[in-house]
């Protein structure tokens, strides 16, 4: 079987060098309280300028339009003052020379979409300093001031993310657009980040295959930002919009790199199957890059969000690979959230991980050898504690383990079972643990009896011990290892 690697880097979580005290207190006294404001009101009066050009040039367009005519001529000219407004806005915050390898492809020979990896909100803006894209976007940005006239003017596609069948027409319309910005150039390439979502860098998740499913050339780009120390990625545990942008415009200068790909023409074997056309442009890209690429997805992000919410430090979960989760043990991103609440429960003082007396308190035992070893079979790397990954890989093997567990169940229940009328009652239920346990007490005995569901009070049908059993796979290993121990002790 495969294994997931415990030590995969996680790409949704900022690892920036801190800042020195004494570069801090120079930047922010002199960065901060001189070039900041001043780049910020440079700033509005620009980002006004934008808002201005692209309301003129969209009056009496549509909002949603899957299906448009090419802007006329006195659109397209007012739009085109804003790339190079918008490269001014980048000088301004301190992005002054942009170092470029490659060559950015226009005219006849352009392709119709562009891709390129997602660390930061400066990711959009450059692009758009290039050129006018067509970009996707989200349907309720068009209620925002700025950018409803933005995205009326681009003609970008809008994604409802509410409606079922707005995948599908997402693709279509991608599919559509960039049929006809290949064979028209009055239309706008599509700026797509296939990624989904921000990283922080330092490695390509999957791709989405959207801008693949088409089969028409791609243009990549790669993007990096080699700061020292100021960190723009847009991560999990970043500042947010406002911080970010005040760390940002605080800097006395912010370096970029961009790398310009040739357009990838796909082959036949690539035009029909969009995952692997989306991989070898990954492939490409991390190469220029000199980064790894990672399993990880957008869905990734959803568990990191839901660890916010539970108080989970997103450290303990953030290498988890929810894709090869999924294809090698068969668990749903729901299953997977469901455990990441059940251990949020264990992790009572929420240090990111269960230590053994946690352990131990979540089967309602006292802490013994039995439950040492159960522990240890978790701790894979041998470091006294279990966090979330080692939980959930952990209690994904066990679920594959005990998948065939009716011969040792039944074995427990009929030891149980001392009067042999198939049921268990409590003193039965008892009689095991007082043996096996030497510190447990009545209480927890109880405990553990309580949880199990019965429709005749104070009795366990086999039914009920299996099916509670089931749920609680560790149990069973227990149960397994206690068993093991027996045949041991007989045979020696």
Same mark, same amino acid.
């Given at each position: 079987?495969?294994?997931?690697?415990?030590?995969?880097?996680?790409?949704?979580?900022?690892?920036?060098?801190?800042?020195?005290?004494?570069?801090?207190?120079?930047?922010?006294?002199?960065?901060?309280?001189?070039?900041?404001?001043? %780049?910020?009101?440079?700033?509005?009066?620009?980002?006004?300028?934008?808002?201005?050009?692209?309301?003129?040039?969209?009056? $009496?367009?549509?909002?949603?339009?899957?299906?448009?005519?090419?802007?006329?001529?006195? %659109?397209?000219?007012?739009?085109?003052?804003?790339?190079?407004?918008?490269?001014?806005?980048?000088?301004?915050? $301190?992005?002054?020379?942009?170092?470029?390898?490659?060559?950015?492809?226009? @005219?006849?020979?352009?392709?119709?979409?562009? +891709?390129?990896?997602?660390?930061?909100?400066?990711?959009?803006?450059?692009?758009?300093?290039?050129?006018?894209?067509?970009?996707?976007?989200?349907?309720?940005?068009?209620?925002?001031?700025?950018?409803?006239? #933005?995205?009326?003017?681009?003609?970008?596609?809008?994604?409802?993310?509410?409606? #079922?069948?707005?995948?599908?027409?997402?693709?279509?319309?991608?599919?559509?657009?960039?049929?006809?910005?290949?064979?028209?150039?009055?239309?706008?390439?599509?700026?797509?980040?296939?990624? @989904?979502?921000?990283?922080?860098?330092?490695?390509?998740?999957?791709?989405?295959?959207?801008?693949?499913?088409? @089969?028409?050339? +791609?243009?990549?780009?790669?993007?990096?930002?080699?700061? %020292?120390?100021?960190?723009?990625?847009?991560?999990?545990?970043?500042?947010?919009?406002?911080?970010?942008?005040?760390?940002?415009?605080?800097?006395?200068?912010?370096?970029?790199? +961009?790398?310009?790909?040739?357009?990838?023409?796909?082959?036949?074997?690539?035009?029909?199957?969009?995952?692997?056309?989306?991989?070898?442009?990954?492939?490409?890209?991390?190469?220029?890059?000199? #980064?790894?690429?990672?399993?990880?997805?957008?869905?990734? #992000?959803?568990?990191?969000? *839901?660890?916010?919410?539970?108080?989970?430090?997103?450290?303990?979960?953030?290498?988890?690979?929810?894709?090869?989760? *999924?294809?090698?043990?068969?668990?749903?991103?729901?299953?997977?959230?469901?455990?990441?609440?059940?251990?949020?429960?264990?992790?009572?003082?929420?240090?990111?991980?269960?230590?053994?007396?946690?352990?131990?308190?979540?089967?309602?035992?006292?802490?013994?050898?039995?439950?040492?070893?159960?522990?240890?079979?978790?701790?894979?790397?041998?470091? $006294?504690?279990?966090?979330?990954?080692?939980?959930?890989?952990?209690?994904?093997?066990?679920?594959?383990?005990?998948?065939?567990?009716?011969?040792?169940?039944?074995?427990?229940?009929?030891?149980?079972? +001392?009067?042999?009328?198939?049921?268990?009652?409590?003193?039965?239920?008892?009689?095991?643990?007082?043996?096996?346990?030497?510190?447990?007490?009545?209480?927890?005995?109880?405990?553990?009896?309580?949880?199990?569901?019965?429709?005749?009070?104070?009795?366990?049908?086999?039914?009920?011990?299996?099916?509670?059993?089931?749920?609680? *796979?560790?149990?069973?290993?227990?149960?397994?290892?206690?068993?093991?121990?027996?045949?041991?002790?007989?045979?020696?």
């Amino acid at each position: 079987m495969h294994q997931i690697d415990l030590n995969v880097m996680n790409p949704f979580l900022s690892n920036s060098i801190k800042e020195p005290l004494w570069y801090r207190i120079v930047k922010y006294s002199i960065g901060g309280c001189i070039l900041m404001p001043v %780049r910020f009101v440079i700033s509005i009066a620009l980002a006004l300028a934008v808002t201005f050009l692209a309301t003129v040039a969209s009056i $009496g367009l549509p909002a949603k339009a899957p299906n448009p005519e090419p802007l006329s001529w006195w %659109r397209r000219s007012l739009l085109s003052f804003i790339p190079p407004l918008l490269r001014c806005m980048l000088f301004t915050w $301190g992005f002054y020379r942009i170092r470029t390898t490659g060559k950015f492809i226009r @005219g006849p020979d352009r392709a119709p979409i562009v +891709v390129a990896n997602h660390t930061s909100m400066v990711d959009a803006i450059y692009m758009a300093s290039l050129f006018i894209p067509c970009g996707i976007s989200r349907v309720e940005n068009l209620s925002l001031p700025v950018f409803s006239s #933005v995205l009326k003017a681009t003609q970008s596609i809008l994604v409802d993310r509410n409606d #079922v069948s707005s995948r599908k027409d997402t693709k279509d319309q991608i599919h559509n657009r960039a049929q006809k910005a290949a064979e028209d150039s009055r239309y706008f390439p599509i700026l797509i980040f296939p990624e @989904g979502t921000t990283t922080n860098g330092k490695s390509l998740i999957c791709f989405k295959i959207g801008a693949f499913s088409s @089969g028409l050339p +791609v243009q990549p780009v790669c993007l990096s930002y080699p700061n %020292r120390y100021c960190d723009v990625s847009w991560t999990m545990n970043a500042p947010n919009i406002f911080f970010q942008m005040i760390k940002m415009m605080s800097q006395f200068a912010n370096y970029m790199k +961009v790398d310009f790909l040739p357009p990838y023409y796909p082959n036949e074997q690539e035009k029909s199957d969009p995952q692997l056309y989306a991989n070898n442009v990954r492939k490409l890209m991390a190469e220029k890059l000199r #980064v790894t690429t990672s399993n990880h997805t957008f869905e990734d #992000v959803t568990l990191l969000i *839901e660890s916010k919410k539970l108080s989970v430090p997103m450290n303990s979960i953030g290498m988890i690979e929810v894709k090869k989760i *999924e294809e090698l043990y068969h668990l749903s991103l729901s299953d997977i959230k469901s455990l990441l609440k059940r251990f949020a429960e264990v992790d009572k003082n929420k240090s990111g991980w269960i230590e053994p007396e946690e352990f131990a308190k979540m089967l309602n035992l006292p802490l013994n050898e039995t439950i040492l070893d159960l522990f240890y079979m978790f701790d894979r790397d041998g470091d $006294g504690k279990i966090d979330f990954k080692e939980f959930l890989v952990g209690l994904s093997l066990l679920r594959a383990e005990t998948n065939d567990s009716t011969d040792v169940l039944r074995h427990w229940f009929n030891v149980l079972d +001392v009067n042999e009328d198939g049921y268990i009652s409590f003193d039965e239920f008892s009689s095991i643990f007082f043996s096996s346990f030497e510190y447990i007490t009545k209480k927890d005995i109880c405990t553990l009896f309580d949880q199990i569901p019965k429709k005749k009070k104070g009795m366990i049908s086999f039914e009920e011990f299996y099916g509670y059993a089931k749920d609680n *796979e560790i149990y069973i290993k227990m149960a397994s290892n206690l068993l093991m121990k027996k045949k041991e002790q007989i045979n020696s």
